[in-house]
């Protein structure tokens, strides 16, 4: 009998963790190699380059999005409106830039892929497991344009 989690490739912090903006693989984005996807995501949010160059000396993911997190007040204005379209291109970069990866998410196969997070319901599932999931969803439609 199968289950719903035989559907599902969860990502946060498991198996399939190279999905996670946090997992350690470099990703060159417009000119510049950063540590993480996740320093990446974190410095398109400014055009002030002393913060852009402090996520990119992050010493981790976490440290990235801390940084971010205190510079909130100068998140660029259009921000909202892009963040999907910066987190795709990231993605993508990400993607084609690390063969194990695209094997890891070739191996997903058809089954829904899911940022497990507890707390984030705009990228990932959230709380109650009800969230937008758009960064499982970016994962999805990647991995369609490389099966077709």
């Known amino acids: 009998m199968e289950t ?11 198996e399939f963790y190279v999905f996670s ?3 350690s693989f470099a990703v060159e984005y417009n000119g510049c190699l ?3 996807s996740e320093h990446a995501y974190q410095a398109q949010k400014f ?14 993911s976490y440290d990235a999005f801390k940084i971010a997190r205190a ?6 204005a259009d921000w909202q409106s892009i963040r999907v379209d910066v987190m795709e291109k990231i993605v993508r970069a990400k993607l084609e830039q690390h063969e194990y990866i695209r094997k890891m998410l070739l191996e997903t196969g058809t089954r829904e892929i899911i940022e ?4 984030d319901s ?17 994962w999805m439609k990647l991995r369609e344009e490389i099966i077709s």
């Open 122 to 138: 705009f990228w990932g599932w959230g709380p109650n497991k009800d969230g937008e999931n758009q960064l499982g969803k970016i």
């Open 47 to 60: 055009t002030d380059k002393n913060i852009v160059d402090e996520i990119l000396k992050a010493g981790s």
């Open 21 to 23: 903006n946090f997992s």
């Open 71 to 76: 510079h909130e007040q100068d998140i660029r």
């Open 116 to 119: 497990d997070s507890p707390l």
């Open 34 to 36: 950063w540590p993480t």
């Open 4 to 14: 719903e989690a035989d559907n599902k490739i969860f990502f946060y912090e498991r």
